[in-house]
């Protein structure tokens, strides 16, 4: 949009010496708002993305990208993007979001994604498209793609992990979601619901002695300095929903909403590749970095979960319907 900036002495802003590109705001600005750090492929994607809707809109879109709690833990970014205060939420079905969404977290059940192969399948398909039906029951838009946040371990400060019997009793951070702790106190494990931006400091000082992430997020957030051991457990998977506020994105031109789902979706499948490499390629840096790493048998860990009604009393949870969609992909839970 072609517009002069002029003082009430008649001077150009040109003549007074700023730029004039700074002055040309874009139409529509979207904030898009997440936990991760700036170097996690998911930021490094979320930038790209931001820097193709400005190129394919002339500058006209503006997507603005908030990676690391800059507006607030994932319990106050939920608040936002349910008010409208942040337009695109990234978070985990199993994290804050199932605190409105219980459903949500059922693709974080312990062990049950063999390979990427079959994540993708449950989550591109059948079981995806019914938790967006959910998500969308409490008026938050769902873009196609999940991101993903990897495979988690376990690491700890005091002692490896290599059976349910070195988490008895131990204090582990979770994240804030009744699916990871009724997991982590089937384990025997004494779970602390903690907000990602709260974490390294948490470690830092000992409110807890362990939590589980993915390699990346271990990288990335710093966890490797202020922990000794990881047991490569494997013990669930888990990806991030990109959810829109419904009113803001209605409020958009069916344009400007093409280009930004468009984009954002390819972001999700770009990011998905660079996570694929980094789940290998990341042991050989983080143990570079002092990180202890141990191999546990996780048969003792599943037989953990069977034994203490994990998955039986997570089906009455999440119903029939739910349960049944998940095992056409990964088989029979229980
Ligand atoms: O909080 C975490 O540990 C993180 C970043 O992995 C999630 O958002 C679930």
């Not at 908030?66 to 349910?82: A, F, K, W």
């Not at 939420?89 to 994290?95: D, H, K, T, V």
């Not at 988690?152 to 009793?169: E, K, Q, Y």
């Not at 003792?300 to 999440?318: N, P, V």
Request: charged share 20%.
């Amino acid at each position: 949009r072609a517009f002069t900036m002029t003082t009430t002495l008649g001077l150009s802003a040109t003549a007074l010496g700023f730029s004039m590109k700074r002055a040309a705001a874009a139409e529509y600005s979207l904030k898009f708002a997440f936990n991760l750090a700036e170097t996690h492929p998911i930021t490094t994607r979320a930038r790209e993305a931001a820097t193709r809707i400005q190129q394919e809109t002339n500058g006209r879109v503006e997507l603005q990208v908030y990676p690391n709690n800059q507006l607030g833990s994932d319990t106050d970014m939920l608040s936002q993007v349910r008010a409208g205060g942040i337009d695109l939420f990234l978070n985990s079905g199993i994290n804050v979001l199932s605190t409105m969404v219980p459903a949500a977290s059922i693709y974080g059940l312990g062990f049950i994604f063999p390979d990427y192969d079959t994540v993708w399948k449950t989550m591109d398909g059948e079981l995806g498209v019914a938790l967006h039906k959910l998500i969308e029951k409490v008026n938050l838009l769902p873009m196609e793609k999940m991101w993903d946040n990897g495979f988690r371990h376990i690491t700890t400060s005091t002692h490896p992990v290599n059976s349910p019997v070195d988490l008895a009793g131990m204090k582990i951070r979770v994240p804030v979601g009744a699916l990871w702790t009724s997991m982590f106190q089937t384990f025997g494990a004494a779970p602390a619901s903690i907000n990602f931006n709260e974490l390294y400091s948490a470690l830092q000082t000992k409110v807890v002695d362990g939590q589980e992430n993915s390699l990346a997020n271990i990288k990335t957030a710093n966890i490797v300095e202020v922990q000794k051991y990881c047991a490569l457990t494997r013990h669930m998977w888990d990806a991030f929903f990109c959810v829109a506020n419904k009113r803001n994105w209605a409020s958009l031109p069916a344009d400007v909403q093409e280009v930004v789902s468009r984009n954002i979706n390819q972001a999700a499948l770009d990011e998905r590749q660079d996570m694929a490499k980094l789940s290998e390629a990341l042991k050989d840096v983080l143990a570079k970095q002092g990180l202890v790493f141990n191999q546990p048998d996780t048969e003792a860990f599943r037989q953990k979960l069977r034994d203490g009604g994990f998955y039986t009393s997570w089906r009455e949870k999440y119903g029939e319907e739910l349960w049944a969609i998940l095992e056409k992909t990964v088989g029979k839970l229980t």
